[in-house]
């Protein structure tokens, strides 16, 4: 696919109210779709913003691995900075840099853990490298070097060296229910387009254009 051109033509044709959906997820759903035909690496990349006690913000990548209307799902260790702050503070917001396309797509909401059933659920598709890979990472805990990690992930494969890998309990998804999702096109001169979505008293989501 050539992704330059088929930028070029978003940016000609822009984002007109006509042309979404009513629903949000079905919009980025329609998105989504259309970043990955690209065969660009990572489309499911996306920044995850929390804030910690001080009220600083920090962000860092993570992969979106669900969604549906109920929420987008990412996984990671419990004991995580990024876990610690949203335990303390689960107003987070995401952002999907597709600049390739000249998109963004930005979402605020309530980050919650998901069940016990759907992580292993999800566990289980990871390749068994990854699986071992959450045993052995003591995630954001400082170490005094890679060998110590090397070392820990060795343990790890010889622990589970005969049969599968079991769901650690100290990893598994956060859903992040949206209380906003905007949708942003580039255009020239920086007159982009942008929508939001927000829900009304009725729990029924409406768009507002934005100026750019």
């Known amino acids: 696919m050539n992704t330059e051109a088929l930028r070029r033509e978003l940016m000609a044709k822009g984002l007109v109210r006509d042309d979404l959906y009513s629903d949000p997820i079905k919009q980025f759903e329609q998105w989504y779709a259309q970043m990955v ?7 499911s990349a996306m920044s995850l913003a929390t804030v910690d006690a001080q009220g600083q913000p920090w962000q860092r990548i ?3 691995k669900l969604f549906d209307e109920k929420g987008f799902v990412f996984f990671t260790n419990y004991s995580s900075r990024k876990a610690e702050q949203i335990a303390a503070n689960g107003k987070v ?3 999907f840099p597709w600049q390739a396309l000249g998109r963004q797509v930005k979402v605020t909401g309530e980050a919650e853990k998901i069940s016990t059933a759907e ?7 990871r390749p068994r490298g990854s699986q071992i890979g959450a045993w052995a ?25 005969d049969g599968d890998v079991p769901l650690p309990s100290f990893w598994g998804g956060y859903r992040v229910t949206p209380e906003t999702i905007e949708f942003w096109q580039a255009r020239d001169s920086r007159l982009h387009d942008r929508f939001i979505f ?15």
Do not use: C, G, N
């Not at 003591?138 to 060296?161: N, P, T, V």
């Open 119 to 125: 992580s292993v659920k999800y566990f289980a598709t």
């Open 137 to 161: 990472s003591h995630q954001s805990q400082a170490i005094k070097s890679r060998s110590i990690l090397d070392a820990m992930f060795e343990e790890m494969k010889h622990k589970f060296h």
């Open 62 to 64: 993570v992969l979106l």
């Open 93 to 95: 917001s995401l952002l």
């Open 198 to 212: 927000r829900q009304d008293e009725k729990a029924q989501w409406f768009s507002e254009r934005l100026s750019p």
């Open 37 to 43: 035909e690209t065969d660009l690496a990572e489309p």
